[in-house]
């Protein structure tokens, strides 16, 4: 088994994982947010529920981004990239995709960052250190940085017939 076909098993094993996990936390968020109503209504509103689905979205919106990019759902502006013949087409997908790897990088160094000057930090309600918070910014972008690379090897290493 080559290094390419290893790398995309990685990839899609993280994409399987990280969509089981955004539909655990969005799930969640929908029970949290109607026990806040039914609590709301007809007893005492309840202090953590909108800090804890509030959390669960930001979790789930960043590991979804991942999702997204690794299925090629996301938004793209194909117009000059369809006038261009095919070898072009092919550099212009690489070239996309290694910007926006150099992009989840500098996210990744800037978000650990910001993770370690919030890390004594706790959250209001929850009083949970906020550094759980926004290690969804690293994490989610080092996942898409990962299906970046899988998605460059893709363009490199697969042949014409089998691209998307």
């Known amino acids: 088994m080559s290094v390419i076909t290893l790398f995309r098993k990685l990839s899609d094993t993280i994409n399987k994982v990280c969509l089981t996990i955004c539909v655990a936390l969005l799930g ?23 800090e804890l689905a509030r959390y669960f979205l930001i979790w789930a919106s ?64 929850l009083h949970v250190p906020m550094k759980y918070m926004y290690m969804a910014i690293p994490l989610g972008c080092g996942i898409m940085g990962i299906h970046a690379l899988d998605a460059i090897l893709g363009e490199i290493f697969q042949k014409g017939d089998e691209k998307q």
């Open 28 to 50: 969640a968020m929908v029970v949290v947010t109607f026990v806040q109503i039914i609590c709301r209504v007809f007893f005492t509103a309840l202090s953590w529920s909108e």
């Open 62 to 125: 960043l590991l979804g981004a991942g999702c997204v990019y690794k299925s090629g759902s996301n938004i793209a502006v194909l117009f000059v990239q369809g006038l261009l013949p095919e070898k072009l087409k092919t550099f212009a997908r690489i070239l996309v995709h290694v910007l926006c790897g150099i992009f989840f990088i500098l996210v990744i160094y800037h978000g650990f960052r910001y993770m370690g000057m919030m890390g004594t930090q706790k959250s209001a309600a």
